[in-house]
């Protein structure tokens, strides 16, 4: 097939008379149909052959980068290998076909997978009770803000409106915090990669509701100033909301819940490898202490005597969603951490941690170190020296490494580090597959030096080259019938 | 920590792990830990011991065959999530890994297939809706709802919302709690009332088409509630309902949000799904969520980026239409693949079939002593007055491998109520009746 005709839309090569699918037959007596005045003449769908919508999903679907085939270190994003024998279970007919309204007297088996998840996923924490009902990490995220507002208005102290976020915090956290109702104030990180501590008792008061912390931090540091910080804000009344997007980082290693976090969250589609699906579906349960409990989303399953149910606890902040969360995510999360069970969770940590220093000391001359210590889970360098020697960016870097079959880590991002390239290999990737990315990434930086131009106009085997986005903004075309307008 | 210890998952051996602990410079993977406080490293962690995977589809087979599963029981059961058959074809191509295990498209020239793909989904949406614009999904029907009030306060900079009776109360619920910080005002108010105008209007009205109770809402009065005041008319619907009855925009509407579930989703206990979130395209700069526009390369090429991210948290932070990020891109590919099949005959076909069922369902029931159907005008599902309480009648019929249908009574009501599809055959519905009129 050429590259124009697997572009064309669906919509585009629509025939009319061609039929994607066998209909059940009519086996009851025809009603009558309302008032014509209510109903549509007709609906416009694409008519193609079942055969030639497998072969142009297909085809599309090869354009993609993945992790089954690709190395796709993606800072922050935990992109590592979705264990196949997941999705079996999660499509087992008694998990995938019930009804969320269904009797729980029907449903035990399905309430029962989710207690016993909600205790495996406190322990790893070190909670004291958890809701699986958030269906994304941002989701998540805003649970926990509410909680924290209901938390100081059930005291009657109305006064704290304002929340702390470091200024190397993911977007989400400010954007949920405004939804919870809280301004933001945004802290700076010092030159260690640690919390600004003068920084945050200079804005720290008593309007403080509390402070969102990602840990390890999104430069791939975990913050030796920790225990400091958690004093600082309970001193002054406020809670501890924990970022779970690092997870993966400290499975087994520390559990912020005996640190002092109040609140943290898990992506379970990182952490707990429910696959990203191109961007969702996530799953994002929620942790708290014991101070929180009466707060959690609505519901959680409980447990009374050998049955199981659904409560809404006394102090909800209410429901997430329709139902009771992305069950078929929770339910591979379950089969994950079950497989690997004590030793393989704690495995993941380590294996990850010692694959991101890995890079760390064998990139560390070759791309800069803006925080040159030990780190976590995932490293950030820096491409400032070579965009000052060379005259290419960490973007043409990253677009670059796709002609190696590689996809980009996380660019530009966090915001704090110049021309920032943030690499998380994850802990299911080989030495060979770094050794090799270490080998690409110095040939780049080579070629940066002879060949600028190879980086600039990267890449160059992708089905488009570089793509104008301000185009795309200026001028949206969101939809097929959008494009039959000329411009 | 068990030193034998290998995971499937993680390459490394024991052996290359002390080599790279080597070349970074330390003796044990503990040191690389030094940054958490000493009291707290190293916890301990109860947890059970790993299993095989033999083991644990052995113990995962005997855990799901505890619930009652649709198929094996015949199931009336809707009130927002319906069971629908879903050709071959969609779990094939959602289960290709170059979709399945893809990140969100942040680098669009290694991720043609998945922009490609909520391009379509998109216009799919656009067309089933009527309206001029779409994202690429929300996490469901009723966070839907929601972030189209937020949108809709955002819009008219007025913060009163009107939520019409007949909305259903799950999503009034997920309603109040995504905006209950944000200074949020709900009423609740009959049809008619709105209809009698205020003085104050709102920033919007919130319906449900059909509503809750299965009722199809008068499209007249619906299209003069959009022209009452400048408060946006949103509505929440349902996508086999579209595809047989005439689209929001006829009566009005600014924004039209719906849970996509019954389009090529399994049930899977409620999720995950995908919200449809459409609006007049006036409205684009405050549509929450991710847009995929078309656009070209550097060689003149077409192809397709993520755009009007200005919108978004990881641009805007605090100042950003919504705090969604990850959302539902896989589940949007099943209705993707879902419309392609059906296409334009097969949808209107499968939505008068679930139409045809109802409506033959409900001409039986109403001549069963002691039933009668509540609504006038509905499409694929209706409220029954029944003559014992809905928990009686669901556990008898659960004893003869039926799940009835949803309980909405309330005080001294009997209300059921019930949903049917394609899935539904003759039979079934035959039996089922048969087993109501055994209940007086």
Not at chain 1, 366 to 390: G, N
Not at chain 2, 60 to 81: D, R
Not at chain 2, 269 to 277: D, E, S
């Amino acid at each position: 097939m050429n590259k124009i005709s697997k572009r064309k839309l669906l919509f585009d090569q629509s025939i009319k008379g061609k039929v994607g699918t066998t209909l059940p037959s009519m086996d009851i007596p025809e009603q009558k149909l309302p008032n014509s005045d209510y109903l549509r003449e007709e609906i416009t769908m694409p008519e193609v052959s079942e055969n030639e919508i497998v072969r142009y999903f297909s085809s599309i679907s090869q354009m993609n980068f993945s992790i089954d085939h690709n190395f796709y270190p993606l800072g922050s994003c935990t992109m590592k290998y979705n264990p196949k024998l997941n999705d079996d279970i999660a499509a087992l007919p008694g998990f995938n076909e019930i009804h969320p309204l269904q009797d729980t007297e029907t449903t035990q088996g399905a309430l029962e997978l989710m207690h016993h998840l909600q205790i495996l996923l406190a322990e790893i924490t070190g909670m004291a009770g958890t809701s699986l009902s958030p269906m994304a990490g941002a989701e998540a995220e805003l649970a926990g803000m509410l909680m924290i507002r209901a938390y100081h208005i059930n005291k009657e102290d109305f006064k704290r409106k304002k929340v702390i976020i470091p200024d190397s915090a993911h977007g989400t956290n400010p954007a949920s915090a405004v939804m919870a109702g809280f301004e933001v104030v945004s802290i700076p990180t010092d030159e260690n990669g640690n919390t600004d501590l003068d920084a945050l008792k200079s804005v720290v008061d008593e309007t403080t509701a509390g402070l969102m912390l990602t840990q390890p931090s999104t430069i791939g540091l975990f913050d030796t100033n920790i225990l400091e910080i958690v004093k600082i804000i309970n001193e002054n009344g406020g809670l501890i909301y924990g970022d779970g997007a690092n997870l993966n980082a400290i499975l087994g290693k520390v559990k912020p819940g005996e640190i002092g976090f109040d609140v943290i969250h898990s992506n379970l589609h990182k952490t707990f490898t429910q696959p990203h699906g191109g961007g969702g579906p996530g799953a994002g349960a929620v942790m708290v202490s014991q101070r929180l409990v009466d707060f959690l989303p609505d519901p959680v399953v409980t447990k009374t005597n050998s049955n199981f149910n659904f409560t809404k606890p006394i102090k909800s902040i209410g429901k997430m969603g329709a139902f009771h969360g992305n069950f078929g995510a929770l339910v591979r999360a379950y089969a994950y951490i079950r497989t690997l069970g004590k030793e393989g969770i704690s495995s993941i940590s380590e294996d990850a941690v010692i694959n991101a220093n890995y890079l760390r000391t064998k990139l560390n001359d070759t791309l800069d170190l803006p925080y040159d210590r030990i780190c976590s889970h995932e490293v950030v360098f820096s491409a400032k020296s070579i965009k000052e020697k060379y005259g290419v960016n960490a973007l043409d870097i990253a677009k670059r490494l796709i002609d190696y079959d590689i996809h980009p880590p996380t660019m530009y991002f966090p915001l704090i580090v110049d021309e920032a390239l943030l690499v998380e290999p994850t802990e299911t990737e080989s030495k060979e597959t770094l050794d090799d990315f270490i080998d690409v990434m110095k040939q780049i930086v080579k070629e940066a030096e002879t060949n600028p131009e190879l980086l600039l106009n990267a890449p160059h085997n992708t089905p488009n080259k570089r793509l104008n986005e301000a185009l795309a903004a200026r001028n949206p075309k969101l939809s097929w019938r959008d494009t039959l307008v000329s411009d | 920590m068990n030193k034998n210890y290998q995971s499937t998952y993680s390459p490394n051996t024991a052996e290359i792990k002390n080599e790279m602990l080597k070349e970074i410079g330390v003796d044990s993977y503990e040191e690389l830990f030094v940054d958490v406080p000493e009291k707290f490293r190293f916890p301990n962690l109860d947890l059970p011991s790993p299993t095989s995977e033999l083991d644990l589809k052995i113990e995962m087979n005997k855990l799901s065959s505890k619930n009652s599963i649709p198929g094996e029981f015949s199931s009336f059961l809707g009130a927002g999530a319906y069971r629908h058959f879903i050709p071959s074809v969609v779990k094939q191509i959602t289960s290709r890994s170059e979709f399945m295990t893809s990140y969100t498209p942040y680098q669009p020239e290694v991720s043609q297939g998945t922009l490609q793909a909520h391009f379509e989904f998109q216009s799919m949406v656009c067309e089933l809706t009527g309206m001029e614009a779409a994202n690429a999904g929300m996490y469901d029907g009723a966070t839907s709802a929601a972030e189209a009030v937020l949108m809709a306060c955002r819009i008219n900079k007025n913060f009163t919302v009107n939520i019409v009776d007949g909305v259903s109360p799950l999503y009034t619920d997920v309603i109040k709690t995504l905006t209950q910080a944000s200074g949020i005002n709900i009423e609740h108010k009959d049809l008619n009332t709105v209809l009698a105008g205020s003085d104050e209007p709102p920033a919007c009205y919130v319906v449900q088409q059909p509503n809750f109770s299965g009722e199809i809402e008068d499209f007249d009065k619906l299209t003069k509630i959009s022209k009452l005041n400048n408060a946006l008319l949103i509505v929440i619907t349902e996508p086999m309902f579209l595809s047989m009855y005439k689209t929001p925009d006829h009566y009005g509407a600014d924004i039209v949000v719906a849970e996509g579930q019954s389009f090529g989703v399994s049930l899977a206990y409620g999720g995950p799904y995908a919200g449809l979130f459409a609006c007049k395209k006036k409205y684009l700069r405050q549509l929450p969520g991710r847009i995929v526009g078309e656009t070209v390369d550097k060689d003149n090429e077409k192809g397709y980026v993520l755009t009007l991210q200005t919108r978004e948290q990881h641009i805007k932070r605090d100042r950003a239409t919504s705090n969604i990020c990850t959302s539902v891109g896989l589940i949007a590919l099943m209705s993707t693949v879902y419309m392609a099949l059906q296409g334009k005959m097969g949808l209107k076909y499968l939505s008068e079939l679930c139409y045809h069922k109802a409506h033959y369902a409900a001409k039986k029931i109403s001549q069963l002593d002691g039933y009668e159907i509540v609504n006038s005008n509905f499409y694929k599902e209706f409220t029954v007055n029944c003559p014992k309480p809905v928990k009686e009648i669901n556990s008898y019929l659960h004893e003869n491998k039926i799940i009835g249908g949803y309980d909405i009574s309330s005080k001294s009501q009997n209300k059921m109520l019930i949903s049917f599809t394609e899935m539904n055959s003759k039979e079934e519905i035959d039996n089922f009746i048969n087993l109501l009129s055994k209940i007086k």
